[in-house]
């Protein structure tokens, strides 16, 4: 079973950036997918971002897109959320999921980290 552990989130201003760290361990994880999904109070968990740990990648069609970019560092079995111009709107847990298959769908998803909080005041 592979257990992911995000870091990196916390209190933000408006305009400003910040790089969420979701590590990986306890399975064959160089084979999985990993993704990025954001949770605001009150709304429903939502895609943000997914990569092969052979680089393909894909994206949300909302906002975000064009302000954030997803890497991966296969070393160090660990994948990354890069966030530019953030908007109070972007205020959300942010959690880390793996599986088998790209996806942009929860449901997709078999694995899970506790997430980290991202604030992003105005």
């Known amino acids: 079973q592979v257990q992911l552990v995000e870091s990196g989130g916390g209190l933000v201003r408006a305009g400003g950036s910040l790089r969420l760290s979701c590590a990986a361990s306890g399975g064959t994880f160089s084979r999985y997918v990993m993704a990025w999904f954001r949770q605001a109070p009150g709304k429903k968990r939502e895609f943000v971002a997914a990569i092969t740990w052979s680089g393909y990648r894909t994206t949300s069609v909302d906002s975000v897109k064009g302000r954030i970019s997803i890497f991966r560092d296969n070393t160090k079995n660990t994948v990354y959320l890069q966030m530019n111009s953030l908007k109070p709107e972007d205020t959300a847990v942010y959690y880390c999921?793996?599986?088998?298959?790209?996806?942009?769908?929860?449901?997709?998803?078999?694995?899970w980290g506790q997430g980290t909080q991202v604030i992003v005041s105005s």
């Open positions: 999921a793996a599986d088998e298959a790209i996806s942009t769908g929860e449901s997709g998803y078999t694995y």
